[in-house]
């Protein structure tokens, strides 16, 4: 495709929302990664910015076909249908995460510069894992769109579109933190399928997604100190509110302690995902 050009808009947000309404994966990515730029290079400021609209829906492809998580494919590792059906399910987490960095960085305003730098190397780094799991998906035989996906990430967002504490807490360190636990067994069976290339490309993306769920916890906390709130409880009382108080375990406490998940939080965890 040619190369993306931005125009004479200088403001960072009318470009995340630009982003963040682009239905073609290639341009998605592509975007991602020539804002990206001009933030790091200071062509783009956050001066001037647009009132924020409410968006309901992110742009995305007409394929995947969303459903409820249990009508989603099957997925395995006994043939390469099953892993396909699996590479594909990961591709779309990272497909979402763009949107959800990108919406990071439009909806919450008045925060530091390195709110921003975060959240804009994040969505980032999910277009460039979106596009190795495509690849993978390829050499599997299929393309993005080839099997029906749930929208559980986007749905959160929605609900904590209007609480940045409650985005901080919910989607980083709890619905995308799920990867630090369950890659590993992932990329652990894949070996065994003798699919190494996959593996590779997930151990690649599990190394970066615990400085994605660390950032989720350094912006969390501090909107809980800005707030006057105590993380611990904070944390707590969002999960009750927003997920029943329940969080799926078994948990990777290595991995989330280096993300951010200190003492309180870890027992915490334990208590809820037992």
């Known amino acids: 495709m040619p190369p993306i050009e931005l125009g004479a808009e200088r403001n960072l ?7 963040l309404r682009s239905c073609d994966a290639d341009v998605k990515c592509a975007l991602t990664a020539r804002i990206g730029e001009a933030w790091r290079t200071g062509d783009l400021t956050l001066d001037s910015a647009p009132s924020v609209e409410e968006i309901e829906s992110p742009g995305r492809p007409l394929k995947p076909d969303l459903v409820p998580p249990g009508k989603v ?6 043939n390469r249908g099953e892993r396909a059906a699996l590479l594909h399910a990961l591709a779309h987490i990272e497909f979402n995460a763009v949107n959800l ?10 925060l530091p510069k390195a709110y921003y730098d975060d959240w804009v190397q994040v969505a980032e780094d999910e277009a460039r894992h979106f596009l190795l799991l495509r690849d993978r998906l390829r050499d599997h035989g299929h393309e993005y769109g080839d099997f029906s996906a749930h929208n ?6 929605m609900k904590t579109s209007g609480d940045l504490v409650a985005r901080m807490a919910l989607v980083p360190r709890v619905l995308e933190a ?9 990329v652990r069976k894949l070996r065994g399928v003798g699919d190494r290339a996959s593996a590779e490309v997930l151990e690649l993306i599990e190394r970066e997604e615990v400085a994605h769920v660390a950032a989720g916890s350094r912006w969390f906390r501090f909107v809980c100190e800005r707030e006057g709130r105590e993380p611990t409880a904070t944390f707590r009382a969002l999960i009750e509110q927003y997920m029943k ?15 951010g998940f200190d003492d309180d939080e870890i027992t915490l965890l334990e208590e809820l995902g037992g």
């Open 101 to 110: 960095g990108w919406d990071a960085v439009y909806r919450f305003r008045g």
């Open 13 to 19: 947000q009318a470009h995340a929302l630009q982003c």
């Open 152 to 157: 559980g990430l986007w749905e959160m967002a």
């Open 178 to 186: 799920r990867s630090l636990d369950v890659v590993p067994g992932i």
């Open 245 to 259: 108080g329940r969080v799926k375990g078994p948990f990777h406490f290595e991995a989330r302690r280096a993300a």
């Open 73 to 78: 494919a099957r997925r395995g590792y006994s």
